[in-house]
């Protein structure tokens, strides 16, 4: 267990809908990241939030946002769900010390089916 | 693109140790290495990393040649808990949280 979670654990939505997936990050930890598992692959880094702050960016078109709230628990949404979408969604935290060194704690991840 | 090469699969004997080797070649002087794993259908474990000396902790050791152009990560004594997709990646200073993943190497421990 990584005291990280996410919710909720499975979602099925249909082609053109929007979604928000939450995650709630380990206890004193600044910084969550968000990735994007298709089946079969590695995880796709999508964004990462430091204090609130979008803090870099992979390729993910903007129908894909994201927020952090102050006690560092974040939301991803994505709108204008498309097929492609369809896959495990996983969260991670942790902490910016500034040494360039730190490790990341992944939740177990929301499986969305679009249909 | 990842900047890691892993062998796609691998098998060990439970109870025996599990080498995994990664080659990154074109690693960076200020670039970490990071090893995770992922057990089926649950989220990215994380196992160790290292900068340029041998780590060890209660998971594993990894030993990074003196070039760091490769890596070994080693369970000590595998069990079939341990069969997982294991991912090696390097990771930059200043890259915060984005981990390039690969593809990774399945291990399978078996009895």
């Known amino acids: 267990e990584t005291g990280v979670t996410q919710s909720p654990t499975h979602l099925i939505k249909t082609r053109g809908q929007q979604v928000t997936l939450r995650c709630s990050s380990q206890s004193g930890h600044n910084t969550v990241s968000w990735y994007q598992q298709a089946l079969g692959q590695g995880p796709q880094f999508i964004f990462q939030y430091y204090r609130e702050e979008e803090n870099g960016r992979g390729n993910f078109p903007p129908r894909f946002s994201g927020l952090q709230f102050p006690n560092y628990s974040s939301e991803l949404n994505v709108n204008a769900l498309e097929l492609d979408d369809s896959a495990l969604y996983l969260c991670?935290?942790?902490?910016?010390?500034?040494?360039?060194?730190?490790?990341?704690?992944f939740g177990p991840g929301t499986r969305l089916t679009v249909t | 693109d990842a900047k890691t090469t892993q062998p796609p699969s691998m098998d060990c004997a439970e109870g025996r140790a599990a080498n995994l080797p990664c080659n990154h070649s074109t690693i960076s002087g200020n670039e970490y290495v990071y090893w995770y794993r992922q057990i089926h259908s649950q989220g990215p474990q994380y196992i160790i990393h290292g900068l340029k000396n041998n780590e060890t902790n209660e998971m594993a050791s990894l030993i990074i040649t003196e070039d760091r152009k490769s890596s070994t990560l080693i369970l000590p004594h595998a069990t079939l808990r341990d069969t997982a997709v294991y991912y090696c990646?390097?990771?930059?200073?200043?890259?915060?949280?984005?981990?390039?993943f690969g593809q990774g190497t399945e291990l399978s421990v078996k009895p």
């Open positions: 991670a935290s942790s902490v910016n010390t500034g040494t360039g060194s730190y490790e990341q704690y």
């Open positions: 990646i390097v990771r930059g200073y200043n890259q915060g949280g984005k981990l390039i």
